[in-house]
Structure formats: structure tokens, C-alpha cells
């Protein structure tokens, strides 16, 4: 079975920067399209950032365009999320997803077959 875990999260202040990881274990990891989702309180789960399978390809949400960066390492089942000048509507609990197959990225919730269980992220003031 794939299993999914988000580390990372935390309290930051505006501006700051905080770095998630996302271990992925159970499956084969290079042939896993991934993605990062976020879900802030009483919201509905948005996409961020997603990346193809061999990581040529990225693709971001425009509300996170140039600050946030993903990026994944096959040889250690690990994707990143490199978060930047932090705004407070950043707040949320972030989830990994990975998809069992695909050559593109996929920015739908619906389009993923294992979450990890989120990890908040709280920017202040």
C-alpha cells in the first residue's frame, strides 16, 4: 500500500519562507505524477503546485506563482515544496498527492489516488 507523509509545517511570520517535504513510500515513485493542495478553514481544497513524473514539468497555481517552487526527488521518493515571501492568506493545511500514472501534470483533487494527512501552515501578521 502507498503511504503518503507531509512534514514541514509550522508558524512563520509574513514574508518568511518554510520548505515542506513529502515522503512517499509503498510504490513506484518515478511514475508518480504530484501535486500540492491546499485547504484553508471552512474552504474547499484548491490546487497549488504540481509536477510531472521525471520533474521536467511544473505547473502553479496563480496565487502562488513565483513565490512558491515544487520539486521532487526520485532517488529518495521525495517531493518539495519551497514556499517564499509567505502571506497570511497562505494559511492552510497543505497535502501531497500522487497520482498511480500519467505523462502531464494533473491539477484536479479528483485526479489523485493517495493524499498524505496535511500539514498546517500558519503565516502571521
Known amino acids: 500500500q502507498v503511504q503518503v507523509v507531509e512534514s514541514g509545517g509550522g508558524l512563520v511570520q509574513a514574508g518568511g519562507s518554510l520548505t515542506l517535504s513529502c515522503a512517499v513510500s509503498g510504490g513506484s515513485f518515478s511514475s508518480y505524477p504530484m501535486a500540492w493542495f491546499r485547504q484553508a478553514p471552512g474552504k474547499e481544497r484548491e490546487f497549488a503546485a504540481a509536477i510531472s513524473r521525471s520533474g521536467s514539468t511544473t505547473y502553479y497555481a496563480d496565487s502562488v506563482k513565483g513565490r512558491f517552487t515544487i520539486s521532487r526527488d526520485n532517488a529518495k521518493n521525495r517531493v518539495f515544496l519551497q514556499m517564499n515571501s509567505l502571506k497570511p492568506e497562505d494559511t492552510a493545511v497543505y497535502y501531497c498527492?500522487?497520482?498511480?500514472?500519467?505523462?502531464?501534470?494533473?491539477?484536479?483533487?479528483?485526479?489523485?489516488?493517495?493524499w498524505g494527512q496535511g500539514t498546517q501552515v500558519t503565516v502571521s501578521s
Open positions: 498527492a500522487a497520482r498511480d500514472s500519467g505523462a502531464s501534470v494533473y491539477l484536479s483533487v479528483s485526479w489523485y489516488d493517495y
